[in-house]
């Protein structure tokens, strides 16, 4: 008896496993916007060094440094924003991976959670950058993460339109069964 491979069984366990570990850094990501969000507000876990020109946000209850960085208006708002953006990016990774985990592969959920990832990299990056560059001087590296994001977020709209065909194809399907 012939072995046959069952790629969407591969693609099931792929996908969960990815899913985990999207779901990982955006928990790490998160925690580390709120821990940056608390020390910035209220000073708690923030050494100022280098004569207040960088500071060290520290691990929780500790004086061990966990986050460092220039400590200037642009760059902690850079900071942040990062930190939050990339934990929303993570999560919403993360939705797209538990859609391929499920039997059914086109469904109204797989179509909303491509629209929101395609939405997230074309909208916020680009709202981002704008709010950024009032405070702050736009470097290279920053340019091409946008590119990069808008990139994927035009490639997931591709893949958003195709599940949308194939969910609305499906949908009949079953209407005629």
């Known amino acids: 008896m012939q072995y046959q491979f069952n790629y ?8 969960t496993i990815l899913e985990i570990t999207t779901r990982i850094l955006a928990a790490g990501y998160f925690f580390s916007f709120l821990l940056s969000v608390t020390a910035f507000s209220t000073g708690w876990s923030l050494n100022l060094i280098n004569d207040n020109r960088r500071f060290e946000i520290c691990y929780p209850f ?11 208006d642009g ?4 900071f942040v924003l ?7 990016f993570f999560f919403l990774v993360g939705n797209v991976f538990a859609v391929f985990s499920k039997p059914k592969l086109f469904t109204a959920y797989g179509v909303r959670q491509l629209r929101l990832f395609y939405l997230g ?10 709010l950024v560059s009032i405070f702050y001087d ?7 993460l946008i590119t990069l994001h808008i ?5 997931s709209y591709f893949m958003a339109a195709i599940f949308k065909e194939g969910y ?3 949908t009949e399907n079953d209407l005629i069964l």
């Open 8 to 15: 969407m069984k591969t693609v099931r366990i792929i996908s």
């Open 62 to 72: 500790t004086q061990t440094p966990y986050l460092l960085g220039e400590y200037n």
């Open 75 to 78: 760059y902690i708002l850079i």
């Open 82 to 88: 990062l930190l939050g953006l990339y934990s929303l």
């Open 121 to 130: 990299n074309l909208v916020l990056p680009l709202a981002s950058a704008i």
């Open 138 to 144: 736009m470097e290279s590296p920053a340019e091409i």
């Open 151 to 155: 990139i994927l977020g035009v490639f």
């Open 168 to 170: 609305q194809l499906q």
